[in-house]
């Protein structure tokens, strides 16, 4: 069973905008519009920041966006802050038989400079 | 204000038991979908289990199954992981976290703040 691939690590500067990926299938990714995007910062538990590809809940800062194409989920943070440095995570519901029901990316490591 | 708070994590021998309980709060907790997911130390999240709003439909992950129980007491808003025949690959933090979607969790909105298990001899 394999979890969704992204990056290991991205990093920018304050101000500067970066873009993380998220890869599957078209059993979850490319088939669904049920990618969410997880912010988690050391010791803490995740918290959601963007859900159904391109959705913010309540309260999460409009400088988080998502987006999809084909098989590949993507988030941006623009305007990039020292607070965003934490690990992020994608998930997506999958229909696979071969995978869990719900699915999560490898996470990725975002770094400010 | 919705809170999910685990108890029930610890040390625990290979072969071993324990069960996980979290108690939520701040919501109508028998409308929604419940889940727990794990996070191994250094590593990344790994859902493992789900349960519908009546406890009438459970799912898990591969490695789970027929080891770990997912269950829920909608009287007591709370939600229970029984885990048995323990290997040191599932220590780890384990996160209860509330699900959304109709037939099945499309996404998992609300996290508590996790609980540790230890599996050592």
Sequence with gaps: ?113 | EVQLVESGGGLVQPGGSLRLSCAASGFTFSSYWMSWVRQAPGKGLEWVANIKQDGSEKYYVDSVKGRFTISRDNAKNSLYLQMNSLRAEDTAVYYCARGLGGIAVVVIDYWGQGTLVTVSS
């Design chain 1, 1 to 113: 069973q394999s979890a969704l691939t992204q990056p290991a690590s991205v990093s920018g500067s304050p101000g500067q905008s970066i873009t993380i990926s998220c890869t599957g299938t078209s059993s979850d990714v490319g088939g669904y519009n049920y990618v969410s995007w997880y912010q988690q910062h050391p010791g803490k538990a995740p918290k959601l920041m963007i859900y159904e590809v391109s959705n913010r809940p309540s309260g999460v800062s409009n400088r988080f966006s998502g987006s999809k194409s084909g098989n590949t989920a993507s988030l941006t943070i623009s305007g990039l802050q020292a607070e965003d440095e934490a690990d992020y995570y994608c998930s997506s519901y999958t229909s696979s038989s071969t995978l869990p029901l719900y699915v999560f990316g490898t996470g990725t490591k975002v770094t400010v400079l």
